[in-house]
């Protein structure tokens, strides 16, 4: 794969104004949708700013994809509102909408070079010869693809032809991006590196990209907010950060991320939160107010473990068990801890801690160690 240049990103705001490209808002009023009886999107509510990179995570059924076809006009809603760049679009065809779209399947023509790809939307909008080239010229160079005009579409990687879909989806200039899970079909290496390249692109062009997923990693990477969706609603939206650490229910704390969910015990007048008899130290950025369906959350690469239990820590929560799996994942290990009461907890530490001999071992007993300001609270039944 070619290398990111410092160049590219010189030349990124001189390449979107060849190709037209300026970020616009789109605002997403109470759209529902329903087939039969199903229930696809219930009065689903965004706004997106202009040039933001925004994604919709959630798992297979979620709406996430329902949603992105209702922006790009392929699909109806039954009612709501949806505003591109401040023009009412609910009732405009596809063509009118000026959008981009990159699919899962790339939809890239066999038959066709990389350039004739890429003009195809030139070509059915009526552009001259002379602005055809010089707009495929700027868009393959865009996705690091100048010299790549020639090549038949068989002789592209997997990696290649999905920057030749991108550049396909930008040359245009269009309004915003849709991007339907475009990476699902490459090797996790090429993944990963598209993923970075995909970012890079946008922040470059600085067009409004919204970006459909189920894989909560590729969503963290990418995004400025995620818009986290379950049955047809989206149920948190946030920066990936506030996302992962301070998640507002149950299922954004399990899906995004791993961890382990321990019930706990409020008090009376929800002051306090206790686990099997033992107070906790609550960070004081948390911002669930306690009931009696709370649940603490612990991510595994949180936790410390001690071999020995360690007291009189004003800042620190301490759960005592015994190592009942330890599993070696490359640079890391994922050990496997039952508390006493039960519950297992999932911890990572990192794989040169077994190297040098540091590590616990399997039926060891030992402390887990949560520090008050990774000790969150979010709603949610009891496990």
Do not use: W
């Amino acid at each position: 794969m070619t290398d990111m240049t410092d160049s590219a990103g010189e030349n990124g705001h001189a390449e979107s104004e060849v190709l037209g490209i300026h970020g616009v808002p789109v605002r997403i009023g109470d759209i529902s949708k329903r087939y039969g009886k199903i229930p696809v999107l219930q009065s689903v509510q965004l706004n997106i700013e202009p040039g933001e990179f925004v994604t919709m995570l959630g798992p297979s059924g979620s709406g996430k994809t329902t949603l992105l076809m209702v922006i790009a006009g392929f699909v109806r809603p039954d009612n709501g509102s949806l505003q591109i760049g401040n023009v009412e679009a609910i009732r405009l065809p596809p063509h009118k909408r000026n959008i981009g779209m990159v699919f899962q399947s790339y939809a890239l023509f066999p038959h066709m070079d990389v350039f004739s790809n890429v003009a195809f939307p030139l070509s059915i909008r009526g552009v001259d010869r002379e602005e055809t080239r010089r707009r495929v010229e700027v868009a393959l160079a865009q996705v690091r693809l100048s010299g790549y005009a020639q090549r038949r579409i068989d002789q592209l990687s997997g990696g290649q032809r999905q920057r030749v879909a991108l550049a396909r989806a930008v040359v245009f200039g269009p309004r915003i991006l849709l991007m339907d899970e475009p990476l699902s079909a490459l090797d996790k290496k090429l993944r990963e590196e598209m993923q970075i390249e995909i970012r890079q692109i946008h922040e470059e062009l600085g067009m409004t990209t919204i970006y459909v997923t189920h894989d909560q990693r590729e969503a963290l990477t990418m995004s400025d907010r995620i818009a986290v969706m379950d049955q047809g609603t989206i149920v948190q939206v946030d920066t990936p950060s506030v996302l992962y650490r301070r998640p507002q229910n149950r299922f954004v704390a399990e899906f995004v991320g791993e961890s382990t969910l321990l019930p706990v015990s409020i008090s009376h007048d929800g002051s306090n939160a206790s686990f099997a008899g033992q107070r906790l130290k609550i960070a004081k950025h948390n911002t669930t107010r306690p009931s009696s369906r709370s649940t603490l959350l612990i991510r595994p690469e949180h936790v410390r473990i001690a071999r020995h239990a360690i007291e009189n820590e004003t800042d620190t929560n301490c759960f005592a068990g015994t190592v009942s799996q330890k599993l070696f994942q490359g640079d890391q290990l994922l050990l496997i801890v039952t508390l006493t009461e039960g519950q297992d907890v999932l911890v990572r530490e990192a794989a040169r801690h077994a190297a040098a001999g540091n590590s616990v071992e399997v039926g060891e007993n030992v402390s887990l160690l949560l520090d008050r300001e990774d000790s969150i609270l979010v709603p949610g039944s009891e496990v």
